[in-house]
T-cell receptor, first 114, second 114 residues
Framework: DPKIIQKPKYLVAVTGSEKILICEQY?????MYWYRQSAKKPLEFMFS???????DNQTASSRFQPQSSKKNHLDLQITALKPDDSATYFC?????????????FGEGTRLSVL | TQTVSQSDAHVTVFEGDSVELRCNYS??????LSWYIQHHGRGLQFLLK??????VVQGVNGFEAEFSKSDSSFHLRKASVHWSDSAVYFC????????????FGTGTTVSVSP
């Protein structure tokens, strides 16, 4: 059974719209992350949360907003979608953000913006 | 600034052959190195990690990697590949920070021929 659940698996959106990508982990982890993988760039770190608090934000655009309603949830809200936002978004988690922690990844949400 | 370089974009090997995937990093402080594998259309799966201690680390499915501070490298090896090892392999580096962002290389695609 998958321990990190991302929903939906595929998502098609129109330019200018808003979408929320869902991530839930059932590993009992306290740290959660978002990464993005697109055809043009390698895997890139976006956000990290620890105990539901933002620890690091490497995303330049405020259109990307993580939301943590529960300890094991870290959703990603994307507003004013652009075609360049088309990518696969991966959620990950680890026990903590400390050393010797290897984040585990979900299967991703593949977003296409038309 | 941390960077990761994977010099080989694509490697083709025959089943039963050995393979070595190269990873070089640049960072002066304490670092954390890891390798992940991504099968087509799937999420990333953790293979192995190094933070300190024995520079040769063992991972899942017969993979091992060797850390070299003098060469700034963390090459991944497998003595005998299987067709199921066909995938993209990512090397990642991070420093100890509150956010624990992983910086990924561009990946090496391994194709295993029968």
């Amino acid at each position: 059974d998958p321990k990190i659940i991302q929903k939906p698996k595929y998502l098609v959106a129109v330019t200018g719209s808003e979408k929320i990508l869902i991530c839930e982990q059932y590993l009992g982890h306290n740290a959660m992350y978002w990464y993005r993988q697109s055809a043009k760039k390698p895997l890139e770190f976006m956000f990290s949360y620890s105990y539901q608090k933002l620890m690091d934000n490497q995303t330049a655009s405020s259109r990307f907003q993580p939301q943590s309603s529960k300890k094991n949830h870290l959703d990603l809200q994307i507003t004013a979608l652009k075609p360049d936002d088309s990518a696969t978004y991966f959620c990950a988690s680890s026990q903590t953000t400390g050393n010797n922690q290897a984040p585990l990844f979900g299967e991703g949400t593949r977003l296409s913006v038309l | 600034t941390q960077t990761v370089s994977q010099s080989d974009a694509h490697v083709t090997v025959f089943e039963g052959d050995s393979v070595e995937l190269r990873c070089n990093y640049s960072y002066g402080g304490s670092i954390y190195l890891s390798w992940y594998i991504q099968h087509h259309g799937r999420g990333l799966q953790f293979l192995l990690k190094y933070y300190s201690g024995n520079p040769v680390v063992q991972g899942v499915n017969g993979f091992e990697a060797e850390f070299s501070k003098s060469d700034s490298s963390f090459h991944l090896r497998k003595a005998s590949v299987h067709w199921s090892d066909s995938a993209v392999y990512f090397c990642a580096v991070s420093s100890y920070q509150g956010g624990r962002a992983l910086i990924f290389g561009t990946g090496t695609t391994v194709s295993v021929s029968p």
